[in-house]
Nanobody, 123 residues
């Protein structure tokens, strides 16, 4: 049984930074493209960033380019978030990614989801 566990969220002020982590077990992490997704209250889930299995190809949602950095190490996915804005407030999840493109980042339809980690950015 695979497991995904996100951590690192918190309450910060606008302009501050957070680093999210996602620990993956039992899901052959190295073989897949992975991504970060978020869902704010009352809004649909959206793709934030994704990274290929070899760590070379990375894509970002336009609004976070230049401020967020995705990376991966053994069984762990990271998202460094700098210069946070209030609109980043959401629950953040990591998941296997079906499409990791310049204009669209979508999760695998058979992705395993964790509990997420809450990011709250105050003004």
């Amino acid at each position: 049984q695979g497991q995904v566990e996100e951590s690192g969220g918190g309450l910060v002020q606008a302009g501050e930074s957070l680093r999210l982590s996602c620990t993956v077990s039992g899901l052959n992490f190295d073989a897949y493209t992975w991504g970060w997704f978020r869902q704010a209250p009352g809004k649909e889930r959206e793709g934030v960033s994704c990274i290929s299995s070899d760590g070379i190809r990375k894509n970002y949602k336009d609004s976070v380019k230049g401020r967020f950095t995705i990376s991966r190490a053994e069984n762990t996915l990271y998202l460094q978030m700098n210069s946070l804005k209030t609109e980043a407030t959401a629950m953040y999840y990591c998941a296997k990614t079906e499409y990791c493109g310049l204009s669209k980042i979508t999760p695998s339809p058979i992705a395993d989801w964790g509990q997420g980690t809450q990011v709250t950015v105050s003004s």
